[in-house]
């Protein structure tokens, strides 16, 4: 067990749908990432959150949106779903340090069909 | 931004032999090296870092090279075991704004009994 929790494991849904996935950052962590993973993509950046605040955008669609809340917990909310929007997402989080490496949760496998 | 990539997207070994992952990254500013491994799912596990100012670092079984003059990382894992079998990723960031990890592409290790 990382520290770092994402639920739902496994999310199966039609296009055009929109879910939410969450994130419980590892104790202490003030820094959240998300990550989508696609077989022929591997791990793309999405969007971080420092305490409460976007602090960095990397190739996220204007489709999906991100917030942190008061406790910390990440959401990532998918919207107008897509085919290819199928993959797995994962949320990390980190410590203050820049030499931090991050603890990544074990996923969401998101299936649009 | 530059992205880090792999010269090797499988690479098989027999149980016992010494592994050798390549990466190479193109962002001369890059100065924070990570080393990730991944099982099948799984999310990526933090193995072994490096910073710019060193050009090695040992940790149990595994060892990381860097090479700044070439722009090239690599990963040395002695004795390989079959539970060494698994996806492995470069990652690197920079001290610059609030920058984050960016991933390589992922080189799959298959260990033989």
């Known amino acids: ?3 770092v929790t994402q639920t739902p494991k496994h999310l199966i849904t039609a296009t055009g749908q929109r879910v939410t996935l969450r994130c419980s950052p590892r104790s ?9 993973q696609s077989l022929d993509q591997g791990l793309q950046f999405l969007i971080q959150y420092y305490n409460g605040e976007e602090r960095a955008k990397g190739n996220i669609l204007e489709r999906f949106s991100a917030q942190q809340f008061p406790d910390l917990h990440s959401e990532l909310n998918l ?4 085919l290819g929007d199928s993959a797995l997402y994962f949320c990390a989080s ?5 030499s931090y490496g991050y603890t990544f949760g074990s996923g969401t496998r998101l299936t649009v069909v | 931004g530059e992205s880090v990539g792999l010269h090797l997207p499988t690479l098989s070994v027999q149980e016992g032999d010494n592994s050798i992952i390549n990466c190479a ?15 099948s799912g799984k999310g990526p596990q933090f193995i072994i870092d490096i910073r710019s100012n060193m050009d090695k670092r040992q940790g149990q079984r595994v060892t990381v090279l860097l090479n700044k003059t ?3 990382l690599s990963l040395q894992i002695a004795a390989t ?8 990723f470069c990652a690197e960031k920079t001290k610059a704004g609030y920058s984050t990890l960016t991933f390589g592409k992922g080189t799959m290790l298959l260990v033989s009994p």
């Open chain 2, 81 to 88: 075991q079959p539970g060494d079998s698994a996806v492995y």
């Open chain 2, 25 to 39: 990254y193109s962002n001369s500013a890059s100065d924070y090296f990570i080393w990730y491994k991944q099982e």
């Open chain 1, 28 to 36: 202490g962590d003030l820094s959240v990432y998300w990550y989508q």
């Open chain 2, 70 to 72: 070439v722009k090239h």
């Open chain 1, 1 to 3: 067990d990382s520290g």
């Open chain 1, 94 to 98: 980190s410590g203050e340090s820049y």
């Open chain 1, 79 to 82: 919207s107008s779903l897509e």
